[in-house]
C-alpha cells in the first residue's frame, strides 16, 4: 500500500485542532478577551495598594485602659482621667477653655527630661474628629507640692496635658495616644538620642476616657477695705429723771394741831 500524503488544509481555514465555522470564531474571541480583563483587574487592585501604601502592615495601635502603668520607652506613663476647665494658657490675656487630662509620669532615662517641646509633648497626642493626631498645647506638672516644667529621673510627676476647646466644646468622650520612644540617631546627626515616633498613626497605646463637665465658677471673694470703719454704737434712751428726794437736815414745817371746839353750855329761859 501506498502511504498517503497529508493534505493541506484549504486557504483561510482553521487549523488542526480547531472548531470551524461562526461558534469556533467566538470562542477564540472568548479566549482573547478573558487575559484582557483579568490584566485590568490586577491593574486595578494594584493602583488601589499603591494609594493605601502599598502591602506595608497598618500602625498598630493598641488599646489600653486608663490608670495602668505603660513604659513607652523614655517615660512610664499612667492616665488618670479627663475634664473641661478654665485655665490661663501662657499666651493667654484671660483664662480659657481647655480640655486637661491628668497623667502620672516617670522618667525612666538617665537625664532630666522637659515636659514641653522636645520632651513629654512630643510623645502625646489626641485624636480630632478628623481622624488626625495633634500634641497638647501646653503641659504643666506638679512634684513635691511645687510646680515644675521638668521631670527628673525617678521623681515621679503629676502633669496635665492641654488642649484648647472651644466655647461651645462639650465631647463627652476623649481619645489620648501615646508614642513610642526609642534611643537611636537623627536623620541629622549619628549620636545616641531618645527619640519618638511621630509617624502619624503609630501609637504604643491609646485609650478612650470619659470627660467630666467643667465646674461652676466660683463667686469672687470680697475685697478687702485697707481702713474698714466701725458702725456707730447705738445709744441707750435717757432715763426719766424722778422727782427731788428731800435732803437730810431739812427742818419740817411744824404740824399744826386743831382741837375740836367744846360747845358752851346755854342759859335756858
Given at each position: 500500500m501506498?502511504?498517503?500524503?497529508?493534505?493541506?488544509?484549504?486557504?483561510?481555514?482553521?487549523?488542526?485542532?480547531?472548531?470551524s465555522g461562526?461558534?469556533?470564531?467566538?470562542?477564540?474571541?472568548?479566549?482573547?478577551?478573558?487575559?484582557?480583563?483579568?490584566?485590568c483587574?490586577?491593574?486595578?487592585?494594584?493602583?488601589?495598594t499603591?494609594?493605601?501604601g502599598g502591602?506595608?502592615?497598618?500602625?498598630?495601635?493598641?488599646?489600653?485602659?486608663?490608670?495602668?502603668?505603660?513604659?513607652?520607652?523614655?517615660?512610664?506613663?499612667?492616665?488618670?482621667?479627663a475634664r473641661?476647665?478654665?485655665?490661663?494658657?501662657?499666651?493667654?490675656s484671660?483664662p480659657?477653655?481647655y480640655?486637661?487630662?491628668?497623667?502620672?509620669?516617670?522618667n525612666?532615662?538617665?537625664?532630666?527630661?522637659?515636659?514641653?517641646?522636645g520632651?513629654l509633648?512630643?510623645?502625646l497626642a489626641?485624636r480630632?474628629?478628623?481622624?488626625?493626631?495633634?500634641e497638647?498645647?501646653?503641659?504643666?506638672?506638679?512634684?513635691?507640692?511645687?510646680k515644675?516644667?521638668a521631670v527628673?529621673?525617678?521623681?515621679?510627676v503629676?502633669?496635665?496635658a492641654?488642649?484648647?476647646?472651644?466655647?461651645?466644646?462639650?465631647?463627652?468622650r476623649f481619645?489620648?495616644g501615646?508614642?513610642?520612644?526609642?534611643?537611636?540617631?537623627?536623620?541629622?546627626?549619628?549620636?545616641y538620642?531618645?527619640?519618638?515616633?511621630?509617624?502619624?498613626?503609630a501609637?504604643?497605646?491609646?485609650?478612650?476616657?470619659?470627660v467630666?463637665?467643667?465646674a461652676?465658677?466660683?463667686?469672687p471673694?470680697?475685697?478687702?477695705?485697707?481702713?474698714?470703719?466701725?458702725?456707730a454704737r447705738?445709744?441707750?434712751?435717757?432715763?426719766?429723771?424722778?422727782t427731788?428726794?428731800?435732803?437730810?437736815?431739812a427742818t419740817?414745817?411744824?404740824?399744826?394741831r386743831?382741837?375740836?371746839?367744846r360747845p358752851r353750855?346755854?342759859?335756858?329761859?
Amino acid at each position: 500500500m501506498q502511504p498517503t500524503a497529508p493534505v493541506p488544509p484549504p486557504p483561510g481555514g482553521p487549523s488542526p485542532g480547531e472548531p470551524s465555522g461562526a461558534g469556533g470564531s467566538r470562542a477564540s474571541a472568548r479566549r482573547r478577551l478573558v487575559p484582557a480583563a483579568v490584566a485590568c483587574a490586577v491593574a486595578a487592585v494594584a493602583a488601589v495598594t499603591w494609594a493605601a501604601g502599598g502591602f506595608e502592615e497598618a500602625p498598630k495601635q493598641p488599646v489600653e485602659r486608663p490608670g495602668k502603668a505603660l513604659d513607652v520607652g523614655l517615660f512610664t506613663v499612667t492616665v488618670r482621667d479627663a475634664r473641661i476647665g478654665l485655665v490661663k494658657g501662657v499666651f493667654d490675656s484671660d483664662p480659657k477653655r481647655y480640655l486637661i487630662v491628668r497623667m502620672r509620669v516617670v522618667n525612666n532615662g538617665k537625664e532630666t527630661e522637659s515636659l514641653g517641646d522636645g520632651g513629654l509633648t512630643d510623645g502625646l497626642a489626641a485624636r480630632t474628629k478628623a481622624g488626625k493626631w495633634l500634641e497638647p498645647d501646653q503641659v504643666e506638672g506638679v512634684a513635691g507640692g511645687a510646680k515644675t516644667d521638668a521631670v527628673q529621673p525617678g521623681l515621679p510627676v503629676e502633669a496635665s496635658a492641654m488642649w484648647k476647646a472651644g466655647p461651645a466644646d462639650a465631647p463627652r468622650r476623649f481619645t489620648i495616644g501615646l508614642r513610642k520612644w526609642e534611643y537611636r540617631t537623627g536623620f541629622t546627626d549619628v549620636s545616641y538620642n531618645w527619640l519618638p515616633d511621630t509617624e502619624d498613626g503609630a501609637l504604643a497605646a491609646k485609650m478612650t476616657l470619659p470627660v467630666a463637665a467643667a465646674a461652676p465658677a466660683a463667686a469672687p471673694a470680697p475685697t478687702p477695705t485697707l481702713f474698714p470703719t466701725r458702725a456707730a454704737r447705738p445709744t441707750g434712751t435717757a432715763r426719766p429723771t424722778g422727782t427731788a428726794r428731800p435732803t437730810r437736815g431739812a427742818t419740817r414745817p411744824p404740824a399744826q394741831r386743831t382741837r375740836p371746839a367744846r360747845p358752851r353750855p346755854t342759859a335756858s329761859p
